[in-house]
């Protein structure tokens, strides 16, 4: 790290035909004693006592000038030119040549990020300059949760932190909120990954001294309730077994009426007549008796003639069925297990739920989990009655979103897209915030990071970022992405004029 004093010239501006300065950006020759790099905010004086605020964007070495930098302006501060009258009005004039450069002071980077006063600031993350200046920046928690903007996706190549980065925001968010309106629902996909969010690990040197300037005491989950699916034995499936778990599973009373989520897109046309029939006529009559398992729905044939246009229909859908009750997770009784809806009916301002769907061998089942989960979030919103605790923010975190809500193309979504999709849509105006990751945004439904308001992004290849979701981004930032070390992040958020680049602090559980 260089050691600069804060008003140290870094350079002078530039102003040709080849380094053309306008109201949104300028050109600077750096020292050759100077070390800079894209990301960092500069500072020049400009005309009528204000200042200029901008971040680097790309670095040229050029014959006349040694090294150039690119500048995006961010901002004018100070007082503006005065017209007859006295009157201030902004200045917008283009930066001219040879005007003094230096490193923008903390003050002036916060001006530049343009964040109005908040009244609930949740800490972001950390920039970094390269003169060692660090500036926390905070987001009002409306920018997160909605009703500005809502949802949050990550994308990197696997090993970058992306993952980590989200379970500090979560954990950011859930320490200031969540005892009094807020409850965190996360999905555990890898291993034993997100089983130990409430056991605690030393926390090293450098992340407490982020976490200081940040005014965080960030500590592991508490109230955490870990649901792990059965297995064939009727002990949980799971790669750990933490001691405040439980065991889950689905009778068919508990899903008669999402029978859909079990269908892949490509077969639930065909069969749609035969589960909206078993929804519409619950419980089924099968004589004397009633269809109450999973084991009679197998044996039930007194479908309406009509619905079933050809006999392969219902052999396909008994098939389907029949694979998925060969699964330990689909029985006819529960004797020691729960059903993942009636947990959430009862969530509370503060809980923290861990749905564990890691060791679940197939996509389908894995999906179902995620999708009734979805639906069931959707009931307590419509069933609760007046003077019930419900939390106001329901946050949501699903890794590897990609295989629940992949890109189809022409295909018909699935019914676990379809669900998932819905949450991100009313998600905003009810409070049901999706937190969401993937390595690589070119395979998820582009309808997601289309309603998706923050996006995070870790190293990447340029073949990736070529793609359409990555359009919000200039080519600029795009090579800059390319080129991020571990634990470097691009955040791009409405609230900010350029994407910046930001750190955090390491998450103090154990995973």
């Known amino acids: 790290m260089q050691e600069l004093a804060k008003q140290e010239e870094i350079g002078r501006t530039l102003a ?21 790099n894209p990301f960092d905010f500069v500072t020049v004086k400009h005309i009528f006592d204000t200042k200029t605020v901008g971040m680097i964007k790309e670095l040229q070495a050029v014959d006349e000038a040694g090294v150039a930098a690119r500048v995006v302006v961010m901002t004018n501060t100070g007082v503006g030119s005065k017209l007859g009258g006295g009157k201030n009005i902004p200045v917008s004039m283009p930066v001219g040549a040879n005007k003094p450069v230096r490193f923008a002071t903390e003050k002036e980077v916060v001006l530049a ?6 009244e609930k600031p949740v800490p972001a993350g950390v920039i970094e300059m390269t003169n060692g200046l660090r500036v926390p920046v905070s987001l009002d928690i409306s920018y997160l949760l909605g009703p500005d903007t809502a949802h949050v996706n990550a994308a990197g190549i696997s090993g970058n932190l992306k993952t980590s980065y989200l379970f500090f925001l979560l954990q950011s968010v859930y320490q200031q909120f969540a005892k009094d309106n807020m409850a965190i629902i996360i999905f555990n996909t890898k291993e034993d990954d997100l089983l130990h969010i409430d056991e605690e690990r030393k926390a090293k040197k450098a992340t407490k001294k982020m976490l200081d300037l940040l005014d965080l005491d960030l500590k592991p989950f508490d109230n955490v309730t870990y649901f792990l699916p059965r297995g064939s034995d009727g002990k949980p499936n799971s790669a750990f077994v933490p001691k405040n778990a439980k065991t889950y599973s689905f009778e068919l009373e508990d899903v008669y009426d999402r029978l859909d989520l079990l269908f892949s897109g490509s077969y639930e046309d065909s069969v749609s007549p035969m589960l909206n029939h078993v929804y519409e006529a619950w419980p089924l009559a099968a004589g004397n008796e009633r269809v109450r398992t999973w084991t009679d729905l197998l044996e039930f044939r007194g479908y309406p003639r009509e619905i079933i246009a050809h006999k392969s229909t219902l052999l396909h859908f008994l098939g389907h069925i029949q694979r998925f009750r060969r699964s330990p997770l689909f029985i006819d009784k529960k004797k020691s297990s729960t059903y993942i809806g ?3 009916s009862k969530i509370k301002p503060g809980d923290v739920f861990v749905i564990d769907i890691a060791m679940i061998p197939t996509v389908e089942e894995q999906g179902f989990v995620v999708g009734d989960t979805m639906k069931s979030i959707d009931e307590l919103y419509a069933a609760r009655q ?15 979103i990609n295989r629940f809500v992949p890109r189809s193309g022409d295909r018909k979504k699935s019914a676990v897209a379809e669900q998932v999709m819905r949450t991100v849509i009313t998600g ?12 690589f945004k070119s395979t998820v439904d582009p309808a997601l990071h289309e309603g998706t308001g923050m996006h995070i992004m870790a190293k990447l290849g340029q073949s990736e970022l070529s ?5 919000m981004l200039d080519e600029s930032t795009k090579m800059n992405i390319v080129r991020l070390n571990r634990g470097e992040l691009v955040m791009v958020h409405p609230a900010f004029r350029h994407p910046i680049k930001i750190m955090f602090p390491k998450a103090p559980f154990k995973g």
């Open 16 to 36: 040709s035909e080849k380094f053309p300065n306008n109201m949104d950006g300028f050109w600077f020759s750096i020292r050759p004693d100077i070390v800079t």
């Open 113 to 118: 990020l343009g964040i109005p006063e908040m």
């Open 342 to 344: 009636k947990e959430i």
């Open 386 to 400: 007046a003077g019930e605790k419900r939390p106001q923010y329901i946050l949501i975190f699903i890794d590897e």
């Open 428 to 439: 905003r105006s009810r409070g049901t915030i999706l937190f969401s990751a993937q390595q």
């Open 467 to 471: 793609s359409p979701p990555y359009s």
